[in-house]
C-alpha cells in the first residue's frame, strides 16, 4: 500500500530558527510530490511541488528536497517567524489522480 | 471569482437526513478533486473529474456517496442519509492540467456535522 508519513507530529521552535519537516512514502516511483500549508479551519495551500525529475524546489525562505531513493522529502524553513505557525502536509502522486496525504506536521513558532 | 469556492461553508445535519456540497472550480481548471479530512488527519481523496468526466471515484466510502460535475465546472458531492461517521470537513480541489503535474488549489472547505 503506497502511504505517507511525517515526522515529528508536533513541533515548536523559537523565533528565528532554521528547522526542517520530514516526509517519507513507501514507493519510490512517484511521479511527484507537493507540500502545502494549512491554517486552521481552512483550506490546504500550496508551497511548493517537486516532478519526479527534479531534487529540489525553493521559494523564498522554503526549500523542498525530493530523494527518490530514500523514500524522502524535506521541507526546509530558514529563519522562521510566527507567522509560519500552520500544520504542514506532503501529498504524494504516483500515477492516476490520487494524490496520498500525510498526516501533517503542527509547527508553532513561538516569539 | 480567483480562488475554489466551496458552499456552504459548516453545515449540521440530523443522522438521516441528505446533504448536498458545492464547489466551484478555478475558472479553466480541468481536473477536480474532493477530499474528506477528519479532525487532525490529512486529506484521503474521494473522487476526481476531468473535465466532465468521472474518472476515479474509487475513494467514495459508501454508495450514500454521490458526486457530479455535469458542465464541466462547479461540481456537487452529495451524501444521503447521513450518519455520524460522515461528519468531516470535505474539501475541493482543481488544477489546471489533467495530468498529474499540476498544482493543486484548495477550497476553504465544507466541515459537515451529523447530529
Known amino acids: 500500500k503506497q502511504e505517507v508519513t511525517q515526522i515529528p507530529a508536533a513541533l515548536s521552535v523559537p523565533e528565528g530558527e532554521n528547522l526542517v519537516l520530514n516526509c517519507s512514502f513507501t514507493?519510490?516511483?512517484?511521479?511527484?510530490l507537493q507540500w502545502f500549508r494549512q491554517d486552521p479551519g481552512k483550506g490546504l495551500t500550496s508551497l511548493l511541488l517537486?516532478?519526479?525529475?527534479?531534487r529540489e524546489q525553493t521559494s523564498g525562505r522554503l526549500n523542498a528536497s525530493l530523494d527518490k531513493s530514500s523514500g524522502r522529502s524535506t521541507l526546509y524553513i530558514a529563519a522562521s517567524q510566527p507567522g509560519d505557525s500552520a500544520t504542514y502536509l506532503c501529498?504524494?502522486?504516483?500515477?492516476?489522480?490520487?494524490?496520498?496525504f500525510g498526516p501533517g506536521t503542527r509547527l508553532s513558532v513561538l516569539p | 471569482g480567483a480562488g475554489v469556492s466551496q458552499s456552504p461553508r459548516y453545515k449540521v445535519a440530523k443522522r438521516g437526513q441528505d446533504v448536498a456540497l458545492r464547489c466551484d472550480p478555478i475558472?479553466?481548471?480541468?481536473?477536480l478533486f474532493w477530499y474528506q479530512q477528519a479532525l487532525g488527519q490529512g486529506p484521503e481523496f474521494l473522487t476526481y473529474?476531468?473535465?466532465?468526466?468521472?474518472?476515479?471515484k474509487s475513494g467514495l466510502p459508501s454508495d450514500r456517496f454521490f458526486a457530479e460535475r455535469p458542465e464541466g465546472s462547479v461540481s456537487t458531492l452529495k451524501i444521503q442519509r447521513t450518519q455520524q461517521e460522515d461528519s468531516a470537513v470535505y474539501l475541493c480541489?482543481?488544477?489546471?492540467?489533467?495530468?498529474?503535474?499540476?498544482?493543486?488549489?484548495f477550497g476553504e472547505g465544507s466541515r459537515l456535522t451529523v447530529l
Open positions: 480541489a482543481s488544477s489546471l492540467v489533467s495530468s498529474g503535474t499540476g498544482e493543486l488549489f
Open positions: 514507493d519510490s516511483a512517484i511521479y511527484n
Open positions: 517537486i516532478q519526479s525529475s527534479q
Open positions: 501529498a504524494a502522486l504516483w500515477g492516476g489522480q490520487n494524490f496520498v
Open positions: 475558472s479553466g481548471h480541468v481536473s
Open positions: 473529474f476531468q473535465n466532465e468526466a468521472q474518472l476515479d
